[in-house]
C-alpha cells in the first residue's frame, strides 16, 4: 500500500514530517506567508485606485466572512492529513469514503503555488534591487524623470531581471533546504520581527512628513461613492491573495501544526496580523506621498516608482527608504520560501528524495518558468498568445500566468476546499480536528465554509471570467 495511505486511521497516524516546535513558530511562518508583497505593494495602491477607506471597509468584512473560514478550512485539512496537500487530500478523501480524485484539489494548490513563484520571485527580485538601490543612495535627489528611467532600466533588461531573479529563488532555497524548523522556523523568528520594527519605525517616520493625518484620512475615510462592484470584487480577491488561501500553502503549514495548537486561535491571530500588516504599511506610505504632493492612486508604481522619488527628496529618506526596501524583501523572502513549501513536501515525500534534493529540485523548475516572466517584460512584451480573444488582448505569458492563477486556480482551490471542509468531510471530523465543541463558534465556521465562503468566491469567480 502506497505510503500516505498506510496510516488510515487519525489515531495511529504519527506525522510524517517534523512539526512546528510551537505555536508560536506556526503563527510566525503562516504570518509571514501571509504578509508580503500583497500588503506592502499590492494593498496601498488598490486602497489608493479605489478610494480608500470604503474599500477597506468591504476588505475586512471578506477576510473575516470567508477569509478566515477558509484558512481555518486548509489548516485543518494539513493538519489532519499530516502531508503535502496532494498526499494529505488522497489520505482524508479515503476516511471519509469520497472519491480519491479529491486529490485534484491538492494538485491545483500546488501547481498554483508553483507558477506564482515564479513571477513573485521576479517582482521579489525587483525589491531585493531596489533595497540595494536604497543601501547605496540611489534615491537620494531624484527627479521624477530619474526615478522613471531607474525603473524602465530594470525592465528592460533581461539580464538584471535574471540576476535578481535568481538571488531571490536562491535565497528562499537556501531556507527551505534545511528544513522546517532549521529552515523555515529559524528564518521566520529573525525576519517577522525584524519586519514589524522596521514598520512600526517607518510609521514612525510617516508621523514626522506632517501629513500623517492625511493618510490616516485615506485610509479610513469611506468614500462610498467609489465602491464600485469591480472594487468590491478586487477586495474579495485581494483578501484570498493577502492570506496565502487557495494555494496549498496553508496546508502544507497546517500539517506541521501541533495537535495541541488551537486552529480557530492561529488562523484569527494570523488574519488579523496580516491586515495590521497591510493597513500598518499604508500608513507608513500615504504620508510619505502625500508629503511630496504626489498621487495616492499611481498604481503598481506606487512603491517602485512613487515611494523611491519620495524618499529622495525628504529630510532622512535614505536611511528611512532603505529600511523600507529591506522590510518589502523579508516580506516577498516569507512569502516566496511558503510557495515552495507545498512542492517540497511532496517531492520529500517519495523514497529516497531528500530535503536538499526536494527543495533544489524544485527551486530551479520555479526559476526555469520564471524566465517566461522575465522575458514577458521585454523581449517577449509583444507576444500576445491569446490576443485573438478580446479579454485577452495585449496580455504576455506573465499577464496569463497571472490570470490563471489569480482567477482561475485560486479561487477553485479555495472552493473546492470550503465544499471539501463544509460539504464532504463530516461533521465530526472537522469539528474533532478545529477542536470545537458543537456550540455556536462551530455553527458558525460552518454556516460560512458552508454557503458564505463559497457564493462569494462563486461571484469573484464568474465575475471575473467574463
Ligand atoms: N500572501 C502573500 C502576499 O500577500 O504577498 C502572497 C502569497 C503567498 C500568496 C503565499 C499565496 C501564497 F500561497
Known amino acids: ?140 535627489g531624484a527627479t521624477a524623470d530619474s526615478i522613471g528611467s531607474l525603473f524602465s532600466a530594470l525592465l528592460a533588461s533581461p539580464v538584471k531581471l535574471l540576476i535578481w531573479h535568481t538571488v531571490f529563488i536562491g535565497l528562499t532555497i537556501l531556507v527551505v533546504a534545511r528544513g522546517v524548523r532549521s529552515g523555515l522556523e529559524r528564518a521566520v523568528k529573525f525576519l517577522m520581527p525584524t519586519l514589524f520594527v522596521l514598520l512600526l519605525v517607518l510609521v514612525g517616520y510617516a508621523m514626522t512628513t506632517g501629513r500623517f493625518l492625511d493618510g490616516v484620512a485615506f485610509l479610513f475615510t469611506p468614500d462610498f461613492s467609489k465602491l464600485t462592484t469591480g472594487a468590491v470584487l478586487s477586495a474579495m480577491g485581494h483578501a484570498f491573495f493577502t492570506l496565502s488561501l487557495g494555494m496549498g500553502v496553508m496546508m502544507a503549514y497546517g500539517s506541521y501544526l501541533p495537535q495541541d495548537c488551537s486552529i480557530v486561535k492561529t488562523s484569527i491571530i494570523v488574519s488579523v496580523m496580516d491586515t495590521a500588516v497591510a493597513l500598518l504599511a499604508g500608513l507608513a506610505i500615504f504620508p510619505i506621498v502625500f508629503a511630496n504632493g504626489m498621487e495616492p492612486g499611481a498604481g503598481p508604481g506606487l512603491i517602485f516608482q512613487t515611494l ?64 517566461v516572466t522575465v522575458f514577458s517584460l521585454n523581449v517577449w512584451s509583444d507576444f500576445t498568445p491569446l490576443g485573438m480573444f478580446a479579454s485577452f488582448e495585449g496580455k504576455t505569458l506573465f499577464d496569463l500566468l497571472d490570470y490563471l492563477t489569480a482567477n482561475i486556480m485560486l479561487p477553485l482551490t479555495g472552493l473546492l476546499v470550503a465544499i471539501f471542509t463544509g460539504w464532504v468531510m463530516s461533521r465530526s471530523s472537522t469539528r474533532e480536528e478545529l477542536g470545537l465543541e458543537n456550540g455556536y463558534g462551530f455553527w458558525l465556521w460552518r454556516t460560512l465554509v458552508r454557503y458564505v465562503a463559497p457564493v462569494g468566491v462563486l461571484i469573484v469567480f464568474v465575475y471575473n471570467l467574463s
Open 308 to 371: 523611491p522619488l519620495a524618499f529622495g527628496n525628504i529630510p532622512g529618506g535614505s536611511f528611512f527608504g532603505a529600511l523600507f526596501f529591506i522590510l518589502l524583501v523579508f516580506a516577498a523572502w516569507t512569502s516566496g520560501i511558503s510557495l515552495l513549501e507545498p512542492l517540497v513536501e511532496w517531492l520529500e515525500e517519495h523514497r529516497g528524495i531528500s530535503r536538499l534534493t526536494s527543495a533544489v529540485a524544485g527551486g530551479l523548475a520555479v526559476w526555469l518558468l520564471g524566465l
Open 1 to 140: 500500500m502506497s505510503n500516505y495511505l498506510k496510516n488510515n486511521s487519525i489515531e495511529d497516524s504519527a506525522p510524517a514530517h517534523s512539526l512546528w516546535s510551537s505555536r508560536l513558530a506556526f503563527v510566525l511562518a503562516a504570518t509571514g506567508s501571509a504578509v508580503g508583497l500583497g500588503n506592502i505593494w499590492k494593498f496601498p495602491y488598490i486602497t489608493g485606485e479605489n478610494g480608500g477607506g470604503a474599500f477597506v471597509l468591504v476588505y475586512l468584512l471578506c477576510v473575516a466572512a470567508i477569509g478566515i473560514p477558509i484558512m481555518m478550512g486548509e489548516v485543518l485539512l494539513g493538519r489532519r492529513g499530516r502531508q503535502s496537500p496532494i498526499n494529505s487530500m488522497l489520505l482524508l478523501a479515503a476516511q471519509e469514503g469520497k472519491s480519491p480524485r479529491w486529490k485534484l484539489l491538492g494538485w491545483m494548490g500546488v501547481a498554483g503555488a508553483f507558477i506564482i513563484l515564479s513571477f513573485y520571485s521576479v517582482i521579489g527580485g525587483w525589491a531585493t534591487c531596489y533595497a540595494g538601490y536604497a543601501v547605496l543612495g540611489e534615491f537620494s
